[in-house]
T-cell receptor
Framework: EVQLLESGGGLVKPRGSLRLSCAAS????????MSWVRQAPGKGLEWVSG????????YYADSVKGRFTISRDNSKNTLYLQMNSLRAEDTAVYYC???????????????WGQGTLITVSS | QSALTQPPSVSGSPGQSVTISCTGT?????????VSWYQQSPGTAPKLMIY???NRPSGVPDRFSGSKSGNTASLTISGLQAEDEADYYC??????????FGGGTKLTVL
């Protein structure tokens, strides 16, 4: 059974930093691209960032480009999101999501974590 | 990349059919057959219901079907059941090599 477990959420001040982690199990992590998708309170889904299976290619939404960095450690089956220069509008539940196609960044997500809440406020 | 356009809400009675539209552009929905639909119940993570416009993952009831015409994709739920009440989001691959989601549609089962 695929399991994705996010951690690292919490309250952070504007212009602060935070690193999210997503521990994966139940599948061959190194074979799949992964993404972060967020959902502001009461709002819709917004794709944030993605990374290829090898980690060699990364993708970002314009809203976070230059501030967020996605990475992965395939030896630890873990996905990361380093978030810098945080803004109030980054407040959201952040989900990690697994791509459904082997070895391609296809951006169709067949498994999701339970999410971790980031609140950016002074 | 602008969000895909979905109606904020739709409703239907048990047993009826409802269709949720998802309108994009020639740079996303109209160009790629990589449209997905997700169901999200309150307080839970999204669940993949349709991928590649028309395909259902195993375990998704065949009451759920997808289609596309031009720049608009659609999700149809037939034989509506109370458990189908949820938010539904479409997503498409784009010419920017990234995905974009729709704004979401709240389905109410009357």
């Amino acid at each position: 059974e695929v399991q994705l477990l996010e951690s690292g959420g919490g309250l952070v001040k504007p212009r602060g930093s935070l690193r999210l982690s997503c521990a994966a199990s139940g599948f061959t992590f190194s074979n799949y691209a992964m993404s972060w998708v967020r959902q502001a309170p009461g709002k819709g889904l917004e794709w944030v960032s993605g990374i290829s299976a090898s980690g060699g290619t990364t993708y970002y939404a314009d809203s976070v480009k230059g501030r967020f960095t996605i990475s992965r450690d395939n030896s630890k089956n873990t996905l990361y999101l380093q978030m810098n220069s945080l803004r109030a509008e980054d407040t959201a539940v952040y989900y990690c999501a697994k791509d459904d196609i082997v070895l391609m960044a296809y951006f169709t997500f067949d498994s999701w974590g339970q999410g971790t809440l980031i609140t950016v406020s002074s | 990349q602008s969000a895909l356009t979905q109606p904020p809400s739709v409703s239907g009675s048990p047993g009826q059919s409802v269709t949720i539209s998802c309108t994009g552009t020639s740079s996303d929905v109209g160009h790629f057959n990589r449209v997905s639909w997700y169901q999200q119940s309150p307080g839970t993570a999204p669940k993949l219901m349709i991928y590649e416009v028309t395909n259902r993952p195993s375990g998704v009831p065949d009451r759920f079907s997808g289609s596309k015409s031009g720049n608009t994709a659609s999700l149809t739920i037939s034989g509506l059941q109370a458990e189908d009440e949820a938010d539904y989001y479409c997503s498409s691959y784009t010419s920017s090599s990234t995905p974009v989601f729709g704004g979401g549609t709240k389905l109410t089962v009357l």
